[in-house]
């Protein structure tokens, strides 16, 4: 019984960890960059969380009212003041400068509001939990996997349902021609990465509800959202989904064996996953 | 007539300076304080430590941010070779380099299945499986590491003097034979090839390149002289443990912004980046984490603007090389 708990504890994880994935995979697949930056943005959003909780005295839910247009915003200027320019053949651009993003964030971070680890206040819904069957499951995990179901289906809808998401994949086929039939790329490229952000928020939020969070942590979901993208393979969505998941249960099973094998199993889960299935166990077939 | 040769005034002016300002460097013990020694030889460690990035991102296209794996494995071995194997500290770090050359080819056989980006972030996770499996070894002091035993330290020299002298020595060292092999490697045939894969990797293979191969050698190569770094520079710390040896920050952030701001992709670069690294380090200690900050501002600046790093813009400017590398057609009338 112990070991199906810790199951379905790490598939609630695993919510979370497809919605640090689920920017990722989305500003990857629409202008092929990797955000180095995307683990200390999620951060980030959790900070202005925090400040507009404070301020405001907002349940942190109706602080992504705030928080989301705002990384939004973050988004669109960032990716057309900075990050246009780095796009090009050369990978070591976008990754260099995204480098120096994500130092600037965590030392800015660490400036404003100190090392100290911060939570946000969640109210009764952090402690309240249901029960199925003998299984306890927390209302708070149990959201996040909604909400993270809820948004990789929204993105899917954008993607493939809409002229925004027609414009997105108009681009990431060829950018020269989308150029010609009237697209701006820089705009489109600005709107997708501040979807991506506006996902972040989300993220950055549910993480901040869930468990404490430092300015200095942002490498580390960066590393996860990215391994969920891998095991779930590159460009699909639910793929994400699926890498989370599996992310997250590597990772409670291997807590359940010993507290120090808990990070070490969820990176040993991709690893294997690397070494069997280099393309992931999802990959997005090429048409 | 007209001649092809490689040599310009120029480098063979640097190299008579750099052998002058070798020797006085050399003589530093004699002429130089304590902290002096000590800042000098950090700043020896990261210019091989920046050399070596530089060879791997810069002329191999292999832009990792998880060598801190390496340089806390040389800082391990370092420690479990002394402690438990009774070897002498500078036996146990060429013995850190051998063994993390060995382990980097299998780590090497699964991290180049990622591309690009996401080969990087691939090798920061196995960083970090290093971190977390140091971490666990109880023998090596866990999470919280442990200092090397007084008789160890000991052997680098009795007396602290001594001891201070020869770690400097170390440490300048290696700096000169990492600069010099790279050096002697770029201009060799194998070299040739590698500049000819960053210049681009179709037109190499076209050539008959066998690019795997010969970015697993670079790869190979690099991975073990970090790790002696690594070991060198845990000798000079005396003290381990799974947060300093593996961080990203340290190891790795900052040598990538030395490369990036000195200029990637030459052998000046790193030079440069390192000298102004430890400038700004200096100028803005009093500052806390403000010097991260502009380093970071820094940084993206030189990338947006000029891509090729400080070093690049001389080299625009006065067609200057200290390395000579290039070759160049000399005509006489």
Known sequence: MDWINALVQGMLLGGLYALFAAGLSLIFGVMRLVNIAHGDLIILAAYLGLSTTVLLGLHPFLALLIVMPLMAGIGYVLQRGILNQTLGPDILPPLLVTFGLSVIIQNALLETYTADPRKLPGGVIETA?????????GVLPLLTFAIAIAVIAGLQFIFYRTSLGRGFRAVSDNQDIAQL????????????????????????????????????????????????VIIGGLGNLWGTLAGGIILGVAQTLGAKIDPGFQLLAGHIAFLVVLAVRPNGLFPRVEH | MSTVTRSTRASRIAMIGGGLLLLVLAAAPYWAGRADMRLMSEIYLYLSLATLWNLMAGYAGLVSVGQQAYVGFGGYMLFALTIFGGVHPVVAVLLGGVLAALLSIP????????????????????????????????????????SLPVAIVKEIGAKKAVREANSYWLALGAAVIIIAAVYAFLRSRRGLALTAIRDSETAASGLGIDIWR???????????????????????????????????????AFVIFIVVIGGIGTLEGPIIGTLLFFLLREVLADFGTTYLLVLGFVAIVVMLKAPKGVWGLIRERYDLELFPLSYRVRTKD
């Open chain 1, 181 to 228: 039939m009237g697209l701006n790329k820089a705009h489109v490229f600005g709107v997708a990465m501040a979807l991506a952000l506006a996902v972040v928020a989300v993220a950055g939020i549910l993480l901040g509800m869930r468990t404490s969070f430092d300015p200095a942590i942002g490498g580390g979901r960066l590393i996860f959202g990215f391994e969920a």
């Open chain 2, 107 to 146: 780590i090497a056989t699964l991290a180049f299945r990622l591309k690009g980006a996401y080969f990087a972030i691939g090798t920061w996770v196995i960083a970090e499986v290093f971190r977390l499996s140091f971490a666990q070894i109880q023998a090596l002091g866990g999470g919280s590491g442990s």
């Open chain 1, 129 to 137: 939990s249901v029960d199925v069957g003998g299984i306890t499951m």
């Open chain 2, 214 to 252: 010969t970015k697993l050698e670079v790869y190979v190569v690099t991975s073990a002289f970090t790790a002696i770094i690594g070991g060198l520079i845990f000798l000079q710390k005396l003290r381990i443990s799974p947060d300093a040896a593996f961080s990203v920050n340290d190891w790795t």
